[in-house]
């Protein structure tokens, strides 16, 4: 019962987790650091890649980044180095927040 139980829960994690297809987690270097998701406004619209995801974090200044699918569980932590990629249905980015 308990390896269920535990199968089960590793499966969800695992779901919430996901990122979208064909695109790579950019890891993160170091903590602390800042955010300015303004920076970002012209890639809006885009196909969510790795390089968009590169060119992001460039144009922001963040350490990481969270690739957010519709109806994806997030955590609540606020991390000001971080740069959150809302995406839509189709992969496409919608709009981008820090922390």
Do not use: K
């Not at 064909?22 to 885009?46: F, K, M, N, Y």
């Amino acid at each position: 019962m308990m390896r269920m139980a535990i199968g089960a829960f590793l499966m969800i994690g695992t779901g919430c987790a996901a990122v979208p297809p064909d695109v790579e987690e950019i890891p993160v270097h170091g903590g602390g650091g800042s955010c300015t998701e303004t920076r970002a406004q012209p890639l809006v619209g885009r196909a969510a890649t790795s390089e968009l995801g590169a060119e992001a974090m460039r144009l922001t200044g963040a350490n990481a980044i969270r690739w957010i699918q519709p109806g994806s569980a997030v955590t609540m932590d606020y991390r000001p180095g971080r740069l959150n990629i809302h995406l839509d249905a189709q992969n496409r980015v919608t709009r981008f927040t820090c922390g």
